[in-house]
């Protein structure tokens, strides 16, 4: 089984940055791609990046224009989003996904199987 936590979100000033963590703590040896997905309040959640299960594939959402990396390290069973340039516009829950399919990625939250239970990013003006 996939059990996904993350961590390093927290308060920062616009312009800066925050890297967020994603760790696998389940015992399976799955594959998966890994997908960041954030809801603000009031918001549904949205697509922001994802990683393909050999880590070869990325993509991201089109409003990020290039601020946001993400990616992974299979031998410690984490992945990370590295955030700059941070907006208020930013500010959200953030939540790592993992999709068990074996294809490249998705954009598509409804395609994961597995979720973490977020981390919190507030961005201040």
């Known amino acids: 089984q996939v059990q996904l936590v993350e961590s390093g979100g927290g308060l920062v000033q616009a312009g800066g940055s925050l890297r967020l963590s994603c760790a696998d703590s389940?015992?399976?040896?799955?594959?998966?791609?890994v997908g960041w997905f954030r809801q603000a309040p009031g918001k549904e959640r949205e697509f922001v990046a994802a990683?393909?299960?050999?880590?070869?594939?990325?993509g991201y959402a089109d409003f990020l224009k290039g601020r946001f990396t993400i990616s992974r390290d299979d031998a410690k069973k984490m992945a990370y989003l590295q955030m700059s340039s941070l907006q208020p516009e930013d500010t959200a829950v953030y939540y790592c996904?993992?999709?068990?399919?074996?294809?490249?990625?998705?954009?598509?939250?409804?395609?994961?199987?597995?979720w973490g239970q977020g981390t919190q990013v507030t961005v201040s003006s």
């Open positions: 996904a993992a999709d068990l399919r074996l294809t490249s990625y998705s954009r598509n939250s409804y395609d994961y199987d597995y």
């Open positions: 389940g015992r399976s040896d799955s594959r998966y791609a």
């Open positions: 990683i393909s299960w050999s880590g070869g594939i990325s």
